[in-house]
């Protein structure tokens, strides 16, 4: 399977535009620690044999998430880095699926598993499909 990758300079790109379109104090991201963040994704891939689209999406948004390598707004951040990685491996979600503000909470504080968050993401992808 060839995966997209996801690059740290369209992390921040749609970090920005998060935070031009909606609430969060703008500033300058902490490049090391985003590039330490997905680092972690790309470890799993090479040594741990990751390679479920929904589960590397649901690793991209934790790993964003938890990093706080931007100002504002790491969890939406994450969830839609999440959300356009895996548009752009053909696995496009079109509508709008509400559990997940809630869903990235619980990934952030454990409650939710990278697995469970996975389960999500392909539920939704799911009932988009329909």
Known sequence: MNLVRF????????????????????????????????????????????????EIAAKYAKVIAQAHAMSDANKRTGLMVALEYLALNNYEIKKPYEPFADAMVDLVLGNLSE????????????????
């Not at 992390?11 to 963040?37: H, S, W």
């Not at 697995?115 to 329909?130: N, P, Q, R, V």
């Open 7 to 54: 690059p740290s300079s369209r992390v921040v790109e749609i970090n920005a535009f998060i935070l031009a379109n909606g609430p969060g104090n703008k500033g300058a991201p902490d490049k090391g620690l985003l590039q330490g963040a997905l680092a972690r994704i790309d470890n799993a891939i090479v040594y741990d044999g990751l390679c479920d689209v929904f």
């Open 115 to 130: 697995l469970g968050f996975a389960d999500l993401l392909y539920a939704a992808y799911s009932e988009s499909s329909l």
